[in-house]
């Protein structure tokens, strides 16, 4: 669940810093769902940082699961509107 903590801009300015590509998007419940196409250790520190947060933010869990590639990602990583 996040509110009001910039979740969504921290991830990605974590995941450029990092050379991932994907998206950041807050779902309807109030978790926040990443998708990020990168190698395993930019996976690793990426989830290291997700698990850390944005300072004000409180993270309960961070999970993984495999997903398929998604060209239309490929030029970098960006915030999805909502869903």
């Given at each position: 669940m996040v509110q009001g903590v910039g979740f969504r801009f921290f991830t990605q300015h974590s995941a450029e810093r990092l050379?991932?590509?994907g998206f950041v998007r807050n779902l309807w419940?109030?978790?926040v769902e990443v998708f990020a196409m990168?190698?395993?250790q930019q996976h690793?520190?990426?989830q290291k940082?997700?698990?850390r947060g944005p300072?004000?933010?409180e993270v309960t869990e961070v999970r993984e699961e495999p997903a398929a590639i998604e060209s239309q990602y490929d030029g970098g990583f960006v915030i999805?509107?909502?869903a």
């Amino acid at each position: 669940m996040v509110q009001g903590v910039g979740f969504r801009f921290f991830t990605q300015h974590s995941a450029e810093r990092l050379g991932v590509r994907g998206f950041v998007r807050n779902l309807w419940d109030g978790r926040v769902e990443v998708f990020a196409m990168g190698t395993p250790q930019q996976h690793k520190e990426l989830q290291k940082l997700l698990e850390r947060g944005p300072f004000g933010s409180e993270v309960t869990e961070v999970r993984e699961e495999p997903a398929a590639i998604e060209s239309q990602y490929d030029g970098g990583f960006v915030i999805s509107p909502s869903a």
